[in-house]
């Protein structure tokens, strides 16, 4: 089941990973985060903004690196946050730590 929270983030996991970003008609910013992981809190809201702001042209995802090992460990990921652009079910930019929404915005230009 994907639940989107009030924030416009959509929470995938394992099992809606397929549908919900690679399968996406939009670009996907996929969160790799975790509840005990504090730079993930940090920039929760400028995920929610973005998220709210940029939907008309980029979908934002979160999944829980814990309770999804299997895509965590497809895509190398070992720090949290990391941050994955896809594009046509590809990885086109990766990124590790929160970032001020200006920095993000930025760092997203050339791949959404």
Sequence with gaps: MTSTRTTGVVTVTDETFQR?????????????TAS???PCRMIAPVLAEVAR???????????DVDANPG???????????????????????SM??????????????DVI
């Design 96 to 109: 590790v730590g929160a970032r001020p929404k200006r920095r993000l915005l930025e760092e997203l230009a």
């Design 36 to 38: 005990w992981c504090p």
């Design 20 to 32: 919900e970003v690679l399968e996406s008609g939009l670009p996907v910013l996929v969160e790799f």
């Design 71 to 93: 895509t965590t460990t497809a895509y190398g990921v070992l720090s949290m946050p990391t941050l994955m652009v896809f594009r046509d079910g590809e990885p086109v930019r």
């Design 53 to 63: 702001e940029e939907a008309h042209r980029l979908k934002v995802v979160e999944l």
